[in-house]
Nanobody, 125 residues
Framework: QVQLVESGGGLVQPGGSLRLSCAASGFTLDYYTIGWFRQAPGKEREGVSC???????YYADSVKGRFTISRDNAKNTVYLIMNSLKPEDTAVYYC???????????????????WGQGTQVTVSS
């Protein structure tokens, strides 16, 4: 069955960097849309960065220029490289996937049926 396992979260100082990994199993990543989402305490889950099977990518305005989504289809793994981290980036980060996600709604959590367990990212001095 489809499984996603995130790793790489932790505590980092403002301005620092982290690389999150999402290891996928039970399906071939090449044919799926995959996204990174985050949820801070008291806030709704939001799309951070998503990548469709045709190469289309999405970045939330708040992370453009700082975060990069990267697929390694040979390893069936997706990465989220996060630079210049800010305290407001603190959240639980989730990866999610689904086979058919319209580009127009690629950032919407409801479009994704399969989710990982999440990894905590804390940006604090």
């Amino acid at each position: 069955q489809v499984q996603l396992v995130e790793s790489g979260g932790g505590l980092v100082q403002p301005g620092g960097s982290l690389r999150l990994s999402c290891a996928a199993s039970g399906f071939t990543l090449d044919y799926y849309t995959i996204g990174w989402f985050r949820q801070a305490p008291g806030k709704e889950r939001e799309g951070v960065s998503c990548s469709s099977s045709d190469g289309t990518t999405y970045y939330a305005d708040s992370v453009k220029g700082r975060f990069t989504i990267s697929r390694d289809n040979a390893k069936n793994t997706v990465y989220l490289i996060m630079n210049s981290l800010k305290p407001e980036d603190t959240a639980v980060y989730y990866c999610a996937t689904d086979r058919y996600v319209p580009i127009a709604t690629i950032r919407e959590p409801d479009e994704y049926d399969y989710w990982g367990q999440g990894t905590q990212v804390t940006v604090s001095s």
